[in-house]
C-alpha cells in the first residue's frame, strides 16, 4: 500500500506539524505493507520572502493550492494523508475515497465563533477556515488527536461523525529517556543552584503566556527560583507584562530551543506550568512526564483527557488555584513524587505502539 505524507508547514522551519509527520513516519517504519513517502506543498521562506511581507501569506496559501492541483496526478497513492487539518482545503482536489485527513484542533473556528475573549479572525481569515472545515467534509476519514478534537469537529458537522476516528498523538521515542538519564530524585531539581519552573508554548492567545507570567508572580513570594519561557522570541505585549510587574530578573526566555534543550529543560525543572486557554492535544505535558518533571496545567480542551490523574488542574481563569497548586509542588515533596510517579506511567500509554494500530487500521479501512 502506498501512502503520501502531504504536508503544508513551511518546509525550513521547525513546527509541531512537522514533527507530526515525523512521527507517522517513524511508527511506520519497517511496516513492509507501506510504502510511505512525504510531499512539501508549501513554499520555502526564501520564495515567500520575494513578495511585501502583507502578500505572504495569501501566497503561501495560493502556492499549496496550486500544487495540491496536480498532486494526485504526479504522485498516485492508495491513501493520501493530509497531516494538517488547518489546510483542509487541500482535500478539494484529492481523491475522496482515499483522503484521510487529521484535525490536530479548531482553535480558530472556536475563536470566530466568540468561544474565547479574544477579537475573531479577520473576514479573510474566517473565510479560510470554513473552506478547509469543508475540506475535513471531503474526506474520507478524518484524525482526531483527541476525544476533545473529535467532539469540536463533530460539533461543526454531525454528518462527519462516521469517518471521525481518534488517534491520540504519541511520544518521539527521542522523548522517553532511559532511566539512567533522568534525575533519580525530584528533590534535586528543587535544591539546584537556580531552580525554575518551565512553560513551553508560542505567542499565541491558547498558550496563555501571560497567564504564566502572573501565575509564576503569585508562585515567586515564597518561591526562590525563575520562570523559564521556552519557544518564540517574545512579542510586545509580554515583554510590557513582565516590565510592569517587575519580574525581569525572574523571568529568562530560551529562544527557538531544539529537541536537545528541550530535553535538558524537562531534566532539570521542578514543574511544567502549562496554563493553556484551550489544547487539541498538548504534547508538553506528557514529555515533562517522560522526564520526571511534575505538571500543572489548566483543564483547557483536551487536557483533562490527556494527563488524566497524574497532574495537577484547575481552571484557566483561577491563576490562584494554579498557583496554589504550583507551591504545593514546590513545597511538598510527597506530591511532587507522586506525580512523578503517576506521570510516568501516564506518559507510557501514549506509546508509539498504539499510534501505529490506529494509523494501519484508518489506511486499511481506505484501501
Known sequence: MRVVLIETATPDRPG????????????????????????SL?????????????????????TIAWRARRLAERTPADVYHLVDGSHGYVARWLPPRRCVVT?????????GEGRFSVPSPSRSGQWLIKTSLCGL???????????????????????????????????????????????????????????????IGNNGFYKNRMGAVRIFEQVRKLFDGRLILAGPPPDAALKALIEARGLASSVEFVVDPDDRVVKSLYRMACLLLFPSVYEGFGWPPLEAMAWGCPVVCSRGGSLPEVVGD????????????????????????????????????????????????GLLGVYRSLA
Open 16 to 39: 509541531s506539524m512537522k514533527r507530526y509527520a515525523g512521527l507517522i513516519e517513524l511508527a511506520l517504519a519497517g511496516e513492509d505493507s507501506i510504502e510511505l513517502s512525504r510531499v
Open 103 to 111: 484535525s490536530h484542533d479548531i482553535i480558530p473556528y472556536l475563536q
Open 310 to 357: 497524574a497532574a495537577l488542574l484547575d481552571d484557566v481563569d483561577n491563576e490562584a488555584g494554579l498557583a496554589a497548586h504550583c507551591l504545593n509542588v514546590l513545597q511538598n515533596r510527597a506530591i511532587a513524587d507522586r506525580l512523578v510517579m503517576a506521570g510516568h506511567a501516564r506518559a507510557a500509554e501514549y506509546s508509539i505502539e498504539r499510534f501505529r494500530a
Open 42 to 62: 508549501a513554499p520555502s521562506d526564501k520564495a515567500l520572502a520575494r513578495y511585501p511581507r502583507q502578500l505572504r501569506m495569501p501566497m503561501h496559501h495560493a
Open 137 to 199: 467534509g471531503i474526506a474520507a476519514r478524518v484524525v482526531a488527536v483527541s476525544k476533545q478534537t473529535a467532539m469540536d469537529v463533530q460539533q461543526v458537522d454531525p454528518g462527519m461523525s462516521n469517518r471521525l476516528v481518534v488517534i491520540p498523538n504519541a511520544l518521539l521515542p527521542s522523548m522517553c529517556p532511559p532511566t539512567s538519564e533522568v534525575l533519580p530524585d525530584w528533590n534535586a531539581r528543587r535544591k539546584a543552584e537556580r531552580p525554575y519552573v518551565l512553560h
